[in-house]
């Protein structure tokens, strides 16, 4: 029988992604969602490329009454958590909320699995746990970097809960994946990142800007200590990103796991600069940008990239898409969402 594991947040951009890449690998996947910042278009874009009708269950990972009535509905046997809000400007500003979905619907999710005795839990973490690392590129090992906003707080929050409720337990498992820079849609076209609003993260604002909606991007800084002055990130597809959380469910219901509590890093392991992913993006849509080298952004990093031995070796995953196809993609999504 196939094992089924619950998809928090599965209407989102990384949770829709990964919910189509664990039916592809014979997992059933129940997602729960609250839509608060997605809507159904990422969940019927799921049926859509996967021909199955991927059970949704409308709710707030907060409402215990909600949660316990899903656990009892379907027989979970694995979680990957990424419910959560993700906007690192409006954390600072409404701090509370961030604490309230991120933390305490993390505390509810585990305190409802342990009552139904699942024991396999993936959570969504960051590489902004690391901040500015002083050695690059990050391992695992990397320390920490004291939060500069709440979001990054409740990253690093939820990874210290989930460590110290796996020590508490004698059968929990749990996995926290630390992406880098998330970027790109499917192939297909039917799912990708749908920010509200103005966008924050580069690669929406370019495709923004390409399809007319924005009128010119802001290189944020060129004056940084890099070879091309732009700071430097890890872009790591979503469609690889998402295979990474089939590799760690696998891992832990194949009791393959070292550890009862594991993190790992998911990057490409390659640093790419601001302005090397704006050329590359016009170099394979054959397109010209507007953009304009404007100040640096404050509160972001020169540098960072992940080392990513662990997850090669010891998942097995690494990323396989190239950043050129990436950009493809990531450019066929902003065109069908805007029908040109
Ligand atoms: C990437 C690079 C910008 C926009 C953030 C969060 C992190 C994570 C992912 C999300 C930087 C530059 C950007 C623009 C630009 N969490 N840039 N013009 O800052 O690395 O990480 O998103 O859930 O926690 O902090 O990603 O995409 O915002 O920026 O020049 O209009 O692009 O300065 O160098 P970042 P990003």
């Not at 009454?65 to 990957?80: C, G, Q, R, T, W």
């Not at 500015?132 to 939820?158: F, H, I, W």
């Not at 337990?169 to 103005?198: C, D, M, Q, T, W």
């Not at 100040?295 to 990513?308: F, I, K, N, Q």
Request: aromatic share 8%; net charge negative; glycine share 8%.
């Amino acid at each position: 029988m196939s094992k089924c594991v619950l998809v928090t947040g599965g209407a989102g951009y990384i949770g829709s992604h990964t919910t189509v890449e664990l039916t592809a690998a014979g997992y059933d996947v129940v997602i729960a969602d609250d839509l608060s910042n997605s809507d159904m278009s990422g969940v019927e874009g799921v049926r859509a490329i996967t021909g199955k009708e991927i059970p949704f269950v409308e709710m707030n990972c907060l409402d215990r009454e909600a949660m316990e009535k899903l656990f009892s509905d379907y027989k979970i046997d694995a979680v990957i958590h990424f419910a959560a809000f993700k906007a690192v400007g409006e954390s600072v500003a409404e701090p509370l909320k961030y604490y309230s979905n991120n933390v305490e619907t993390f505390v509810t999710l585990l305190q409802t699995a342990a009552k139904f005795g699942v024991d396999n839990i993936v959570f969504s973490s960051s590489a902004t746990v690391y901040g500015q690392p002083d050695v690059l590129p990050a391992t695992e090992q990397t320390p920490r970097k004291p939060a500069t906003s709440p979001y990054g707080n409740t990253k690093q929050m939820c990874e210290d809960i989930l460590r110290d409720t796996v020590a508490a337990s004698a059968s929990l498992k749990g996995i926290a994946l630390r992406y880098f820079n998330p970027i790109g849609a499917h192939p297909s076209a039917l799912i990708g990142e749908l920010p509200k609003g103005v966008p924050n993260n580069l690669v929406p604002f370019i495709t923004q800007t390409a399809a007319g909606v924005r009128e010119c991007l802001s290189v944020f800084g060129d004056d940084y200590n890099t070879p091309d002055g732009s700071c430097l990130r890890d872009y790591i597809d979503v469609v690889d990103l998402a295979k990474a959380h089939v590799t760690a469910v696998s891992r832990m219901l194949d009791g393959k796991n070292k550890e009862r509590y594991e993190i790992f890093n998911i990057g490409t392991g390659r640093a790419v600069s601001v302005l090397e992913l704006v050329n590359t993006f016009e170099k394979v849509n054959n397109l010209k940008l507007n953009y304009k080298i404007v100040g640096r952004r404050p509160g972001d990093v020169e540098s960072v990239w992940a080392d990513t031995t662990l997850a090669e070796t010891e998942l097995g995953w690494k990323a396989e898409r190239s950043l050129d196809d990436t950009l493809k993609c990531a450019w066929e999504w902003e065109k069908r969402v805007r029908g040109l």
